[in-house]
């Protein structure tokens, strides 16, 4: 991969910026934005089933309700029948939570997360699990598993796998204040994303059943990475000012700061840059497709489908979403103008 640092310029060190101009993604990406039909049942039903027996504060309710996650399903899984909806509404509400309670673990409660949850994903009718976020893993997945083909369930369990290991390897890292450098940073942020089960979810949510032989192709190979890229490292920039509020290291911005010497704003604009090409090689990549015939052609292009609406939903949604800009996400879009929330001591 080449990284956009020739136009860059280390910068000296002047005192610490109050402010960041986010790069203009949206207008970068031309793909269409659809949503759900089923959106507001699936996002009222989804909410109960999680504050069900969750013993949640209300401001953590507060915080899902403004989450927005069954927008983010719904934009992400426009064509959905309302039962594949629900258990990808499901999903994505559950891996939020995961998120917020992995942050404030060590990697050994990591661990013992990830061991309940993947027996509850092979062993569904007889596995037991400890922890309430396990019972709710078995919940939604005995669901999928009525419909999802063989292929996605699948790659559903091993990238679910790969997940843990990373984000197991995220807490080491943050335990110790390590930052790492960018090739190590892109390798494992495309597991901890959590984005590699959603694209196994595409298949479920359109009763695909694509063989190995064609996941397993380059070419889709490389349509799922830019997508990947493309969704995390916007995320990272969009979660930048709340995650440096908390002196979170595990930040694309933070990286390319340390390793290339940049300023804050020169940094930005360099994950933006390669947010741009992700989006442009995903379109590159997409008019490479081969043939395999009318059927399996059909059903690769409406996942690759599927993954366009992840570029451009998740785009969207991360302004509608209060998790990053809390209530001022249109105005940060149409600006572009974020204020640095100040450092917790």
Not at 99 to 115: F, L, P, Q, Y
Not at 141 to 150: D, E, G, K
């Amino acid at each position: 991969m080449q990284f956009p640092i020739a136009s860059v310029a280390p910068t000296p060190p002047t005192s610490p910026p109050t402010k960041i101009v986010i790069p203009d993604l949206v207008s970068h990406c031309d793909f269409p934005l659809r949503n759900n039909r089923h959106r507001k049942q699936a996002s009222t039903e989804c909410k109960q089933w999680l504050f069900r027996g969750g013993n949640l504060s209300q401001r953590k309710r507060d915080a899902f309700h403004g989450l927005k996650a069954g927008l983010l399903t719904a934009m992400c899984y426009p064509n959905a029948a309302y039962p594949q909806l629900r258990v990808c509404c499901d999903f994505m509400n559950w891996l939020f939570h995961l998120d917020n309670i992995s942050d404030d673990m060590t990697d050994r409660g990591t661990v013992r997360t990830a061991v309940d949850i993947m027996n509850i994903l092979y062993h569904p009718h007889t596995y037991k699990p400890a922890y309430r976020v396990g019972k709710m893993t078995g919940d939604y997945w005995r669901r999928l598993i009525v419909t999802a083909s063989p292929g996605a369930q699948q790659r559903f369990q091993e990238t679910m796998d790969f997940f843990f290991q990373a984000v197991t390897r995220q807490a080491q890292d943050r335990e110790n204040g390590v930052v790492p450098d960018l090739d190590s940073y892109i390798s494992l942020r495309r597991d901890t994303s959590g984005c590699k089960p959603c694209w196994a979810l595409i298949e479920y949510a359109y009763n695909l059943d694509l063989p190995d032989e064609v996941m397993d192709h380059p070419i889709i190979l490389s349509l799922g990475e830019a997508t990947n890229d493309l969704v995390t490292w916007s995320n990272d920039i969009f979660s930048y000012n709340v995650e440096q509020s908390k002196n979170d290291t595990h930040n694309m911005i933070v990286v390319v700061m340390r390793q290339y010497g940049l300023d804050l704003q020169s940094a930005v604009d360099f994950v933006g840059r390669m947010c741009k090409q992700a989006i442009d090689r995903f379109c590159h990549d997409r008019k490479l497709l081969p043939s395999w015939g009318p059927e399996l052609d059909r059903q690769v292009n409406i996942y690759a489908d599927g993954l366009a609406d992840w570029i451009v939903g998740s785009l969207h949604w991360s302004f509608e979403s209060e998790r990053y800009f809390a209530k001022l996400g249109l105005e940060v879009k149409k600006t572009r103008v974020v204020e640095l929330l100040p450092r917790r001591k």
